[in-house]
């Protein structure tokens, strides 16, 4: 069995932490910074992970999150920019990408609805117009 980890925490470390988990605006930060705390107080990084939180997580998640603690500071439990499903539409990139006809993934395409009082003024029939469509 392997050897329980032992966290030894500054007294500034333990009080940067427990502002973290008491003030950040970020619910994720609050609770890494819990896990942290718990495991410097002396429980184990699988009773942590597994029954210390608000939602079960995989030991080895809580221990990347002590090293990463260790390495950068409070930073270090912030969700590194780039992480994560990338949108699929940017306003900024002004109306999507680069696609068929110059619609790219995002773009609308422009629907016309007819009426049957528009179809009869045109004199059509209101299902040929609509069997002119499913062609």
Do not use: C, N
């Amino acid at each position: 069995m392997p050897a329980a980890y032992k966290l030894e925490l500054t007294e500034e470390q333990r009080a940067e932490l427990e502002m973290a988990r008491r003030r950040h605006p970020k619910a994720y930060v609050r609770e890494r910074a819990a896990a942290i705390l718990k495991v410097d107080e002396g429980a184990s990084i699988r009773q942590v992970a597994l029954k210390g939180l608000l939602r079960r997580r995989r030991p080895e998640t809580v221990k990347e999150w002590i090293s990463r603690y260790l390495a950068e500071g409070l930073a270090g439990l912030l969700i590194r920019p780039g992480r994560g499903r990338k949108p699929v539409f940017s306003p900024s990139e002004g109306g999507g990408g680069q696609g068929a006809g110059g619609a790219g993934v995002g773009a609308t395409a422009e629907v016309v609805w007819d009426s049957p009082e528009s179809l009869a003024l045109a004199g059509r029939e209101p299902s040929a117009g609509v069997a002119e469509r499913g062609q």
